[in-house]
Every structure is written in C-alpha cells, then in structure tokens.
C-alpha cells in the first residue's frame, strides 16, 4: 500500500496540464458552442428576414388597392406585375409567354348584360345565382300576372321541367330551345323554366354565341323554383329584362424558374386570384363587398415566394424549380388547367408538385392539413422525417378543387397544404389574422421536404381514391 501511493502521485503531476494546454482545451470544448450559437443567432435573423418579407407580400396582395384580384379585372393584373417583379428581384428566369406572364382565355361566349332584371312579387333577384338568361334568349322585356299551370297567351309561361317529356330531345339544352319556341308560337311573352335540377355552372357553361329565340327564356335555380312551385300560390307578379352581351375574359399566370441544369423539375405552386367584390357570386357575404383574401390565397403566395428565394441561395441543385402564381383558380381552376396542357416544362420530367393554398391560419390545435400522401408511395416516410413537434392530419388523395388536381391528373405526384378555413370567401379574410410564424412553420416543411428529396430519385406515382381519407397525426 506504502510503495503504490508515491507512484499514483507521481503519475498525477507528471501528466497535470500546463495552464497554455487548459486553454486550448476549453476553447476546443467551446467551439460547437459558440458555433451552435452563431447559427442559431444567424437563423433567427433570417427567419425574421422571412417574416417581414411575408407581411409584406400579404398587406400588399390583400390591400383595398387590389380590389380582390379577380381573374381578369385591374387588381388580378396588379398582383401579377407584383409577382413577377419580385420573382425577377429574387433572381429568377422568366418562363412565361410574355417574360414571366402567361395569359389564358377563361372564358369566351356570352354573359348577363347589365340591364338584366328580373322581379318576382316585387323582389329582386341577382342574376348569375337566382336566375340566368339561355344562351338563345331574346333581349326583350316581359311582365304580367302569371297563374300556376296556366300557360296563356300573351303573358309569361312558366314550364315545370319535371312535367316535360325529356325522351323527346337529345339534351336538356335541346328541350329549352325547342319549348321555347313552342311557347313564342303560342304566343307566349317570356319562358321561365323550373324544376329543372341544373347546376348555375352547367347553364353557365351553356352560354355561347346561338341563334336568338323570339321571346326572352329565363332559367331559375332551385330557391325560386320551390317558389314557383308552390301549390299554395295564387299567383306570381313577374317583371323581366333578358339580355346577354359578347365576353372574352383572360388570366394571367405568373411563372419563373431556377434552372439547375438538372434532368427533373420540382414545381411550386400557388393561386394568387381571388374573389373581387363578389361578382361572380362564389362569395359567403351578400351584396357587393370586398374581399380581400389574405390568407386565400395572399399567403401561399407569399411562403411560394420566400422559398424561391431560399432555393435560389442554397446547394440544393439536383432538381430545377418551377414556381408558378396561379390565375383563374376560383374559376374551375382555369390556370392550372391551361398550365398544364401548354407547359413551360416537359411534364415528363417534373419530380412533383406542392400546392401552397390557404396556409396563413395555422392553429396548434386543429393542425397543419397536407393532402395527396397517397400520390407516391415515398410521402408517408418522407414527411415523418420532416414534420417535427406540429400536429399534421393528412389527406391521401390527390384530386380536390384546388390547382394540384390538375398535375395529379397528369399522373404527377402531389402535396397540398393548408391551414384553417376561417373566413373562408368571406371579406373578413384580412392580413391582421395571419398566423405569420404559422406560415414560416409551413415554409420549414415544404423545405426540409425538397431538401430531404434533393438526392433522390424521381418519385414514383400512384393513384388515390378521389374521396379525400384525413389520418390525424
């Protein structure tokens, strides 16, 4: 015991450090430390880089100026103007047909002229959702006392749709035209039909360039047909004004690039569109109002372009990036649609398509909502690895009425994300409630997940049910 106890002593004083050595060794231990800590301080400065950038897009988008940005009028073409602005100051190719613009016909027929009228019992009714003029109406005015189930002469018919036999005709746009000129022959003044179980966006479709009737030919939707069809009626005061008038309506979409020389394409998309002041009547508020549409869809067009930037700063060069502000989206989704069919890009080498749509309202409780994981089978795995500490409900399929339908049904893989509907086409959808560090969480998946797919393969695709099945994580 005596002999081991001066050579343990030994030992300790031989190897105990000079203090030059300590230094140097607490500055090794310090190092990740104070790396750690500039990256996290360097992190935050970009992430409040990001958020100002975004309160930026969103107050401008979504600001009285823009009057709504419906597809077609002067705001829809300020947003544009803003958009490829900022895509050209972020450093990207243009890929439109005009620079970074794109401009697709949303329509090109016929619309209810302004002088429509139509007054039943001295209410008025809205043309373009109570009621619309048929394609081969006559422009003329009509009124009178009209009695149920009797149809005479000199006065406004009112035909049951369900009493007509329908076997008679090839189309129900077939048994308008020719009922409508049995009822002129008999001297009626005006046709209204009803009952007929139509949507208003199948008998708007209907209005293109015919040959005009002799008499004005009303349809009605199905609030005034339990009108008309009233057992309990004596009769119907009816005053009307039929008239269509010529349209050609365009959008535009707004499409810029980042060329990697890579042999796939990943697109990021986004519909800057929105409701206007209710013309079109897919609005929630009666009357003529403004809806600003901040978080539809101001945001995903805000987080659309913040990634761009990122993207065109980072390493990740194994695929090339499309981003694409879609036009015409509250129009059937027109813009996707004709992105589609005349692509800047060859459809077949795009990897997949994220759809950034309504992410602005992020709530901790109901959960960031991602649609379309059953359109490849690698999206399950990838986005576990991602999605970190945020409550997720995933939808599997990939069709639904927003614009990553229209890759889908080119059999592209899909993801869609989305937040909470509140306000949804109402004019309460405001900047001031945007969740902007919600939106900066989106924007930290929809990143990590093209950087976790920056090494990979082309995804492979698969179909889904076109019912959407939502799995809450």
Not at 22 to 44: G, Y
Not at 101 to 117: D, H, I, R, Y
Not at 446 to 460: G, H, R, W
């Amino acid at each position: 015991m005596s002999h081991e106890f001066p050579c343990r002593c030994r030992v300790i004083r031989n190897f105990a450090p000079h203090p030059k050595q300590f230094a140097v060794k607490k500055i090794t231990w310090l190092l990740p430390m104070v790396v750690s800590t500039l990256f996290v301080n360097a992190q935050r400065k970009t992430d409040r880089k990001t958020l100002t950038n975004l309160q930026m897009h969103i107050a401008y988008l979504s600001s009285d100026k823009l009057e709504g940005r419906r597809t077609g009028a002067p705001g829809e073409k300020l947003a544009a103007e803003y958009i490829s602005e900022q895509m050209q100051q972020i450093g990207l190719l243009p890929k439109g047909t005009a620079e970074f613009l794109q401009t697709f016909t949303v329509k090109e027929g016929l619309e209810p002229a302004s002088t429509c009228n139509f007054e039943l019992n001295h209410k008025q009714l809205t043309v373009g959702l109570h009621y619309l003029p048929l394609p081969f109406s006559a422009a003329k005015s009509a009124k009178g006392e009209v009695l149920p189930q009797a149809n005479e002469p000199d006065n406004i018919w009112l035909i049951n749709v369900t009493e007509v036999d329908t076997t008679k005709y090839k189309s129900r746009l077939e048994l308008y035209r020719k009922e409508t000129a049995t009822a002129a022959q008999s001297g009626a003044t005006a046709v209204i039909f009803y009952n007929g179980g139509e949507s208003l966006e199948l008998v708007n479709s209907w209005l293109v360039q015919s040959a005009a009737a002799a008499i004005p030919a009303i349809w009605v939707n199905k609030d005034i047909s339990k009108i008309l069809d009233d057992d309990n009626a004596n009769s119907f005061l009816i005053q009307l004004h039929a008239e269509l008038q010529p349209v050609k309506r365009t959008g535009i979409n707004v499409i810029g690039y980042i060329d990697n020389k890579a042999e796939q394409t990943i697109i990021i998309g986004a519909h800057y569109d929105h409701l206007g002041f209710g013309e079109d009547n897919n609005g929630l508020t009666k009357g003529h109002v403004l809806y600003h549409g901040a978080n539809d869809n101001a945001s995903g067009i805000a987080a659309m372009l913040e990634i761009a930037r990122q993207l065109k700063a980072s390493k990740l060069r194994h695929n090339n990036y499309l981003f694409v502000a879609f036009s015409g989206n509250e129009q059937g989704l027109s813009g996707s649609k004709y992105l589609v069919a005349n692509s800047p890009v060859d459809l077949a080498t795009v990897n997949y398509m994220i759809n950034l749509d309504m992410i602005g309202r992020l709530n901790p409780a109901h959960g960031l909502q991602i649609a379309g994981v059953g359109t490849s089978p690698s999206w399950a795995q990838l986005l576990t690895s991602v999605v970190k500490d945020t409550k997720v409900v995933y939808n599997a399929s990939g069709t639904g009425p927003a614009d990553h339908s229209s890759f889908y049904r080119k059999n592209i893989p899909v993801l869609f994300f989305c937040t909470d509907r509140e306000d949804f086409h109402q004019p309460e959808d405001v900047a001031e409630k945007i969740n902007y560090e919600g939106t900066l969480t989106v924007m930290r998946v929809v990143y990590d997940l093209i950087d976790k797919t920056d090494n990979l393969q082309k995804l492979a695709f698969s179909a889904t049910p076109d019912s959407l099945t939502a799995v809450a994580k």
